[in-house]
Structures are given as C-alpha cells and as structure tokens.
C-alpha cells in the first residue's frame, strides 16, 4: 500500500526482546497441499473479464503435456483451478537429437489473465519490477527436474522456451504445485448463506484470507507480502469468523509491540526475513490502530496476558496522537505523520483522520478500564473535547453531512469513518448515511477494498443493512464476475482498468484488506 | 562448430562397456583456483579492438565496490584480468531503508568486451540463444551469498540491477571466480621463446588449451562445451608440447571408440552428461581422423595397450571411407556423410577430403603395420591408388596447384591436405605452396583458425618456416592486437568484425581449435 514512500533513516529502535520471543514462540507451522494444474488454457480477449482477458481450456487434455513439445519461442499455460501460494516444481527432458545446447525456459506466474500477455520490459512504473512474477532458468543437462526456490502467488503458470536447439525440444511432466498456508479449509465453521450471490463473495473471501495467512498476516502473497497494521486489523476480525487462528494474531501483535521507535512509536508494517526488522514507514491512522486490535482481540479471546504485556504500546500510541490535539478538541495532523485513510489523495483526510482516533479512542478506554488505568479521567476528556469538536464543527447541519473545517469539504471518507466513531446517534447516523448515498452514490474516486470495506460496515452500524448488502455485491461481486479467484488489492468499479501502477504484472490480486466479507456477512446477517 | 544441423535419429548406437569404462576410469579431478577480479571496468568504444569495444580500468578501485550501490537499471563490471572458466559467488546486502521488494539482479559474462553492449533481445541467428551467457536472478532477502550453479568462460562479468526499490540499493562484496581446469600451468615445461610476438602467441595458445581441458577435451567452454573429434586431434598434439595429460586423450580416444553405430561409424562428437551419449552427427574427416588421433597417441606413448583396444574402431572407419573410392583411386563423397574441413561452404572440398583420406590412411598403415594387420597390402594398394590418382588427375602441373576434377576449381584447402598428406615430393610441396602464396595470399573467405592451422603447418611441411611464421604472426598475432585473452572460434583478418552467428553474444572467444600455436611453435621451431 501508500502511494508516497518514506525515508526515515535516523530512527533510533527499541527491540523489546520479551515481546519478541512471544512473536517467535507463535510462528506457525506452514500447511503445504499439492496440487496439480487442471487444464492446459488458452489467453482469449474477453471485454467481459478484467482488463480484456479470460483464460479458456486449451483443446489439448492436461494428461498429453508431456506430448505438448516445446521449441524457441513456443509456450504453454498450465491453470492450477484456483488462486494459490507456494512452490512450483517440474519434471523436464529433451526430445529428438542428443541435447547439444542448454534449455532456457522462461516462466511467468499470473494471478489473473491479464497478466499472461502483459510484457514485464514494458513496464516502468515506480513499484520495483522485482515483484513481477517471472523467471529465466537456464538448465545445462536434461532430464531434471526443476525445483523453483521461491515463492509464487497464482493460478496460472505459463512457460516458454526461450529456446532449445534446431535439434530438439522440451517435453515437461508432473508440474507440481505446494500450496502454503498456516491454515487450512477444514478450520471454518459450518456456516450457510442462502444468498448465492453472497455465498461466493463469503467463499472468495474466505480463499483470499487463507491465501495471505502465512507466517504473518501478509499484505498479499505477491506483494508486498508483508505485515501492515491496517490489513491485520482486518485480517485478524475476518479471522475471528472463519479460520479463528488466534497464535497469529498474537504473534503479530507482539511483532508491532516489541518494535517501536525511541519517542514509542509503531511502524506501519515490519518484516521478519532475514530476521525482525521494523519499517520506517509511519502512518498515524495504522500507529492507532493498534489500540483496536488489541481491543478486538481482548473482547474476542478474554486474554488478559496479552492484554497486559501490549497495552503500555498502544497507551504510547493514543498519548502520541494526542499532543495533536488542540484544547477545542480539534485534531491537527503533521506532514511527517500522515493519515492513511485510503489510497486517494483527492479528498481532504482531516475530518476522517480525527474519526480514526475517536474511534481508536474509545476502544482503548475499553482497555484503560480494565488495566485499572490512572489516567483515564484524562482520556475520557478527550474523548469528549474530540467528540464535542466533531459534532459543534465538522457536523454542517444544513446538509447533513460531515465536513472538512478548512474548506468545508464534503467527503464519503468522512460520512463513513465518523459513523464507525458512533460520534452521533444511531438515527442521526442513518441519516447521514441515507444523505450520503443520495449525493455521493455511485461511489467513484475510491480504488480499494480498504475503503469499500469501511463504507458497507458503516451502513449495516447505521442499520442500512440492505444497502450494505447491495454495495458488497456491487462492489466484490462485481470482481467475481470480471473473473476473480480472490479479491484484490485495487478496484474501481466506474474504471474497471485501473491500475495504481499503470500494469496489471505488479499489482497484487489477493490481498489482505479485500477479505473482509468474511467478517461482514457472518457478523452483520447471521 | 558445423554450419549445418544433422539430425539422424534412427541410427541405432553400439555401446562397447569395456571400452567405456576405461573412458570413466579417466576421468580427471577438476583442479579449482580461487580468482579475485582485478578492476572494475568500463566498456569504451575503439576500433582498434575487437567489434570495436574495449573495457578500460574505471575511475573507482575494486577495493571499494561495496561502496558503488547499484539502484534501478544501475550496473557495474568486474574484470577478471583474464579469461577464466569456472563458477562465480558474490555477496549482496541492501543499503538504506530495510529491503521492501525482492532484488532482481541481471549477471552477464562476457569473454570480450563486445559481447557487454551486445543486446540478447536482438539474438535472432540460428544458434540456440540459450548460449548467451547471462542470468536473472531474484533475491528476496539480503544479506545473501549469491552463488550461481552454472559455468561461465569469461573474462568480464556485468551485475546490472533491474530494480531494488525507492527506498534502498544493492552493495556488492568479495566476488569470487572459482576457475576449473583439468590442468595447472604448473605442469607445463620450460620452454624458452625469444621472439616476444611468438611468446605471447604461444602464451596465449597455452592459456586456450587450459581453459578447454575440463572432463573432455572441450570444444569451446562457452560453447559447444564438448568433445569433438577435429578439435581433440590439434588439442591432443598441443597437449604432447605443453601439459601432456596423457590420461585425458585417452579417455576422450575411449569415448569415440566406445560408442560406434552399427555400420562402425564414431560420431563427430559426443556428450557425456547426464551420461554418455554420441552425437547423431557424422563427418567424413572426423571419423578418419581417429586413425590419425591414435596414431599421434601411439607414437608419443608407445602405449600398445590404447592400441590394441582401438585399433578395430580405427579400422572400421578406415574400411568405411575405403567404399567410396572407386578403382582408379577417386574419392567420391556422399551428402549423408560430409566432409567439414573448414566451415566455409564456398568452395568444392572434394580433393582436400581426397587429401584428408590420404594424411588419414598413412597413419592407419603404420598402426596396422605394429598391429600385424593380415589386410595391410589392400590398404597399400589403396593408399598407392589414391596417390596416383591425386598426381595424375587432381595435379595441375600448368598451374602448378591441386585441381578439383569437377570443375578445375583451384583452392587453398586442397593445396594445404595435399602437402600436409605428402603426395608430393618435398621439392614440389614447396612449390606448391609458394604458388599457393603467391596467387591466394593475402588469405580471404577462411573464418576459422583450424583451417589456418593446417595452413601454416603445411608450409613448414614445405620447409617455408619464415612465411609460416608470417602467417601464424598475422593470424593469432591479430587477435591479441585486437585484445583476445584466449583465441577464437572464428577470425576473418580481412573482416575483423565476422561472426559466423551474427553476434558476438553466441561465439566462442576460447576455442579449442585455435590453440594449435601451443604445437606448432615447439614442434617446428625449437
């Protein structure tokens, strides 16, 4: 995620080696499941599926891929049925004269078939080529067998000669693909939706999350397969209704909590290869957030442990958000501390930023009160200062809307973020909502789940249940119908070609904060 | 080698296992020796080099390449100091923020410095691209040892980053080139050289020698990395000058004999990985030479062992070639079985086959002299046959020049086998060969140096050792004033910048059968 890259080499981290060894206690075991390609496919043009492709079964059976010989330039796609993580592995021999030069085989791993005709020399945008998924193998004596050493996130798998010699091809055998995960399909509760329509999104979801449950909450498995805050948050609530896998929401918790910076601060994500690193990414939102996890956790485990070893990180996150509080209530955030909210930097972030902390607020008082907190007079007041500013200013009663003090703004990010608050009352919060999507829908401008997520929860806590429904159809069955095996990282429903990157090869089509019908429908309609 | 492919798939494959194990049993320990690069280098443009490029010192020192960190399309070259074979390891961090996408790293070696600027993408000759020398490597954590499993021949090695990201760069430390030959400089005699040309060609010649004596005598270590019979016979003899491995002629002598088809033919040339295969490509003078191969070995050892084992094998090719002699001693070649004597396909090469068959049978007669041959007077009279027939119809005595009967056609080639077979007397040997000088010097439209070698050493056959030394001077002294390490697998004086490919990235900068200075320099002029 974040469309601006930070640089903060100066600073200066704590390692909390107790909270640490916690992290690393919860590693978990990674599950791994063969699994064979079904089909040969064919890329087709196809207006109706994402950006103008489909891939269709080849007329050649899957069982004669040993008689699909290749020479230079000629390839084949192999479709796994399904979006996977793991390891690919392939046995290979030569056909015809003795093999009298090396074989150079390029292999190209796609989420989606958009990816398969896109050519990675084409591409120049600012995210590191290195995340598209393609290989160049040279092998000097055949027959072997071709063991990939890294990790790929896909469902279809195309090679290519690059090539052989005028006296030979390859022929390949038993493709093999180890699907990994810590978790497994037969963890999910029994749980049955009527609504077809929901029960793919729900199954889609489920399969997105399972996809990015690895040795952390992972971001997505192509990219940028890391541990971010804002998709844990979603994550580990999408977990609690399915896989329920509670060690690695606690190994993630201790993974922010035993690294932060010398003023307390958390990053926005850390990485664990080759060892524990913290990024030095900040973002004021996601350091927030961290108090909501907690919370969420507390509320859904009862683990008190937990609670006490990591509520001093997230006391340190609220007490650093609220020196940014001014007197009347008013949140003033700083350049070097911004808000995430969402990828957009179209709309005015302020009032949604000051929702955030509410939001995050009221969810560590939660805590406070049961750490026996001193200081809780203290936050409780600033809870009220904010909640009071929030309704006096940024609430313009004429419209109905929330707005953005500066300019008086009106945004959905706004509408939404301070109704997740409960800054109002359950029937001015309808209300709002109803304004909102008189004025505001169709929804456009907004590109991620992340955000999509935050506007249909905001409608069914405004008991606008049917409309909640109604957008998650329009919105996650929309990328079921353009063909998705998991849901992904981007989409805009008004500009089904978008890209944040200018190419499909680097984004990432399973990714983490795009799960959360699985959180949704079970919590929301059962 | 070979301009054209055979393809013979039906040929049905002897395998003579005693034969074959004692070409196991001979199979030399890999010596590795530890090369540190000595620059970092830039490529320049400068025709007076090969291809017009040469790669001069950078301005920055190798002890500080740590230091050169490398981002996005970034890249830098390492200079060997000479050409090398063997396997390369690097280690690699990342400098600045902590590594947020995987490396993806470019590593191209090169033996010249034209191949650097040479675009693979361009590659469209009829040779497997699976030669060129380059590799895409991603890394997904650093701090790593990069350790490549291939062998490379090279002098240059280019590491280009094709992407690290916004937030960090690529440090590179300790490059190591393990290089591997059969042999150490250490095994060659004293041998003292005043003329500092021919020191530096024969120095050169030696260094070739080495780096293609690996588990066969290879063709070329970039490429076709394998034994072939017309380069194994001017190896061998450079070999009896220079490191006198006597066990790697033998086993590459058993390899041949090992492997014969039904009709008794050897296989140009042979593979021996995943385990030892024959080549299903046939030439006329390459099998004929095994005879000759033998020979040489026979009378340099004395070993009547090897003898009496390959007799048979030699005597089979001999037998083979005799069918196509028709009673008045004329050659008559057939398309399935061709003569290679020089790539060049422009000229007829029916009297030099004449000729080979000859310089071929002498040296069978005096194998099959110590063998007790029972059929030695067929082959007498074979080998008077031919000779009378090549001095009374192929013999031009107006021109003064070999003739081909078809056409009249006069060229070097047949000039060169005729005096290298000894039809003639040495009195017209000589004549021959200043004639030959006197209307086709300077040389054009010859590209390899294997068939300049059988020129020069046919005029100091003909006692013409000042002109022999010209040529060998003008030649191989050529390529070093072009900045060859080790000599070519092709050269055209008269057009510095051939490629028998088209591009430099697929030829062969070490090539076996340009060593011969390392013979011929001992032989005839010490």
Redesign the interface.
């Known amino acids: 995620m974040a469309f601006t ?1 930070q ?3 100066d600073v200066v981290w704590n390692h909390d080696e107790k909270l640490l060894k916690k992290a690393i206690t919860n590693t978990p075991k990674i599950l791994k499941t063969l699994v064979k390609p079904i089909a040969l496919g064919i890329v087709e043009k196809d207006d109706q599926y994402l950006n103008g492709y489909k891939v269709v079964p080849s007329s050649q059976s899957i069982e004669k891929l040993p008689e699909q010989t290749l020479g ?1 330039d000629e390839s084949l796609i192999l479709d796994l049925g399904n979006h996977y993580v793991g390891t690919f592995n392939i046995s290979i021999d030569s056909v ?9 085989l390029k292999m190209k791993f796609a989420e989606v078939p958009a990816e398969l005709p896109a050519n990675a020399a084409d591409y120049d945008g ?7 998924q393609e ?2 193998v ?1 092998i ?4 072997a067998v071709l063991e990939l050493p ?1 990790r790929y996130s896909c469902r279809y798998i195309e090679l290519t000669v ?6 030979w091809k390859a022929s390949f055998s038993n493709p093999e693909f180890l699907a990994e995960s810590c978790v497994s399909m037969s963890q999910l509760p029994e749980f049955d939706i009527t609504d077809e329509e929901l029960k793919t999104i729900y199954d889609t979801s489920v399969k997105t999350l399972l996809d990015c449950m690895q040795e952390v909450f992972e971001d997505g498995p192509k ?2 397969r ?1 541990l971010w805050i804002g998709d844990l948050r979603l994550q580990a609530l999408a977990n609690y209704y399915t896989f329920n896998d509670l060690s690695l929401v606690k190994r993630c918790l201790y993974l922010f909590g035993g690294m932060t910076t010398d003023e307390g601060k958390i990053p926005a994500n850390v ?1 664990t ?2 060892n524990l ?4 990414t900040f973002l004021f939102d996601y350091s927030l957030f961290f108090a909501a996890i907690l919370s969420d956790f507390v509320e859904h485990t009862g683990d008190t442990g937990v609670l006490e070893d990591l509520y001093s990180v997230a006391k340190k996150q609220i007490d650093y958000a609220k020196n940014l509080v001014d007197s009347e209530g008013r949140l003033q955030l700083t350049e070097d501390y911004p808000v995430f909210i969402d990828w957009s930097n179209e709309f005015n972030k302020e009032t949604a930023g000051q929702a955030v902390f509410i939001y995050s607020l009221k969810r560590f008082i939660s805590l406070a009160e049961k750490m026996g907190e001193e200081e809780l007079p203290e936050y409780r007041d600033l809870l009220d200062r904010m909640i009071a500013f929030s309704r006096q200013t940024l609430f313009d009663k004429a419209a109905g809307q929330f707005i953005v003090e500066e300019n008086g703004e009106i945004n959905t990010a706004s509408q939404v973020w301070m109704v997740l608050a409960e800054v109002m009352t359950p029937e001015e919060n309808k209300k709002i909502m109803q304004e909102m999507i008189r004025t505001q829908f169709p929804i456009t401008g907004i590109a991620t789940p992340y955000m999509y997520h935050h506007i249909v929860e905001a409608l069914f806590v405004a008991d606008l249940q049917e409309e909640a429904v109604q957008l998650m159809k329009d919105y996650w069955g929309k990328m079921i119908s353009l063909g998705a095996d998991t849901f992904w990282e981007a989409f805009k429903p008004e500009e089904q070609d978008f890209s944040p990157y200018g190419s499909p090869i680097v984004s990432s089509y399973c990714h983490a904060w795009s799960c959360t019908p699985a959180y949704l429908i079970p919590k929301y309609l059962s």
Chains 1, 2 share one sequence.
């Open positions: 890259f640089i903060n080499n230079r015809g004269s003795p093999m009298d030069a090396p074989l150079y600012w995210l590191s080529r290195s995340w598209i290989e160049y040279h000097d004596v055949l027959p890294r690059i090539d052989s010699s005028p006296k990219r940028d890391r990485f290869a080759p690193i913290p990024d030095d």
